[in-house]
């Protein structure tokens, strides 16, 4: 009778899952800012970022330090030495970060990046502590922004001119040479860091009278937080323009009021003569300036 032996196979099943490692840091969401996963998104398919430019930093360029595409410049920290969680900042406003790692599932669904997408009204110049899904380490950087544009509308809503009845009427009893000459109102639509300068210049009518008659005086003002009583002067030269203050200088689309008053005891008002009239112009600049790194 011959022996049987009963051969066992045991089949073990072994489910490989991503290392999810510690991190240095947590990171934490602003309001109105966003992270979700996905599966392989780039710029242009993420909700209100048709328009956006990505940058992306990947092989031998996920290396710490300054980058740039020669529009967007990047200065990217990485905390821990193992590329799990990196701090960044740019010279320029940035709508979105894509951060890609190992492959992971989350909630159902197959996972390799988490996006970071910023406040629409708010873009970022930095954040910290941006990882991968579930800790794994990261492979890719994709920086989504918009190339820097800015447009900026001013309207002076006052009576552009100073004449000899306007003056009469002032200098009536009692005697007041400071007084309001409208208000400005500036609206600034942006997708770049800037500043805004502002002058004024002037015309006398007729043109055969004296130019000089203000002599590089600055009669005008605004005041600046409206109700403060805090007033700056407003150089007439367009070559050292006065900063204009904006609310919030971070801000993508502001609009803001400037009351403007005017001292006639700084006008040479004695040379007027019947029928002249001063004429002035406010003028409001704008530079675009990195938002720094």
């Known amino acids: 009778m011959k022996a049987r032996g009963l051969l066992l196979i045991v089949l073990t099943l072994i489910l490989i899952t991503p290392v999810v490692r510690g991190t240095t840091c947590e990171y934490s969401l602003d309001v109105g800012d966003q992270r979700y996963c996905a599966f392989n998104l780039g710029c242009g398919e993420l909700d209100g970022c048709s328009s956006c430019t990505e940058y992306r930093l990947e092989d031998g360029y996920m290396t710490p330090g300054v980058h740039t595409d020669d529009t967007i410049t990047v200065n990217v920290v990485n905390n821990d030495g193992q590329w799990l969680t990196f701090d960044w900042t740019s010279n320029i406003p940035v709508t979105a970060v894509i951060v890609k790692g190992g492959s992971y599932w989350e909630d159902g669904e197959k996972c390799f990046s988490y996006v970071y997408k910023y406040d629409s009204e708010s873009p970022r110049t930095s954040d910290n502590c941006l990882s991968a899904p579930a800790g794994t380490a990261i ?47 500036i609206n600034v639509t942006a997708t770049a860091c800037y500043t805004l300068g502002i002058y004024y210049t002037y015309t006398v009518n007729p043109v055969t009278s004296d130019l000089s ?9 605004f005041e600046y937080l409206t109700g403060s009583g805090t007033w700056t002067p407003i150089p007439p030269d367009a070559g050292s323009p006065v900063s204009l203050p904006v609310p919030s200088a971070g801000a993508t689309n502001i609009s803001h009021t400037y009351p403007i008053r005017i001292d006639l005891a700084l006008i040479a008002i004695g040379d007027l003569v019947a029928g002249d009239s001063i004429n002035f112009t406010l003028h409001v600049d704008f530079t675009v300036i990195d938002c720094g790194i």
């Not at 918009?146 to 005697?175: F, G, K, N, R």
């Not at 008659?213 to 003002?221: D, F, H, N, R």
Request: hydrophobic share 50%.
């Open 139 to 185: 492979s890719h950087i994709t920086f989504c922004y918009v190339v820097p544009q800015i447009t900026v509308s001013a309207v002076w809503a006052a009576e552009l001119h100073v004449d000899q009845p306007m003056i009469a009427d002032w200098a009536a009893t009692p005697i007041q040479f400071t007084k309001p000459f409208g208000n400005l109102q």
């Open 213 to 221: 008659i203000l002599s590089g005086a600055m009669p005008l003002s």
